[in-house]
Nanobody
Framework: QVQLVESGGGLVQAGGSLRLSCAAS????????MAWFRQAPGKEREFVAA????????SYADAVKGRFTISRDNAKSTVYLQMISLKPEDTAVYYC?????????????????WGQGIQVTVSS
């Protein structure tokens, strides 16, 4: 059974930084892309960033380009999201996700496995 567990969220002032982590278990981590999504209050869940199996390719939402960096450590079965220059509009529950297949890029509809989510709050 695939499990994804996020950590590292919290409250930060605008302009600050946070690093989210997501520990995966239940299948061979290095075989699959990983991604981060977020959902703000009253809004639909949206794509944030994704990374290919060997970290050769990455993809970002326009709203976070240049501020967020996704990375992974296959030896630790962990994916990270480094967030800098945070804005109040980045406030959301952040979810780690992984698709069922290994192709790149994964279709947005292909994300089968999700973490429980972690709150990130950016105060102005």
């Amino acid at each position: 059974q695939v499990q994804l567990v996020e950590s590292g969220g919290g409250l930060v002032q605008a302009g600050g930084s946070l690093r989210l982590s997501c520990a995966a278990s239940g299948r061979t981590f290095s075989r699959y892309p990983m991604a981060w999504f977020r959902q703000a209050p009253g809004k639909e869940r949206e794509f944030v960033a994704a990374i290919s199996r060997r970290a050769i390719y990455t993809s970002y939402a326009d709203a976070v380009k240049g501020r967020f960096t996704i990375s992974r450590d296959n030896a630790k079965s962990t994916v990270y999201l480094q967030m800098i220059s945070l804005k109040p509009e980045d406030t959301a529950v952040y979810y780690c996700a992984s698709p069922d297949g290994s192709n790149w890029p994964p279709p947005l509809s292909g994300y089968e496995y999700w973490g429980q989510g972690i709150q990130v709050t950016v105060s102005s």
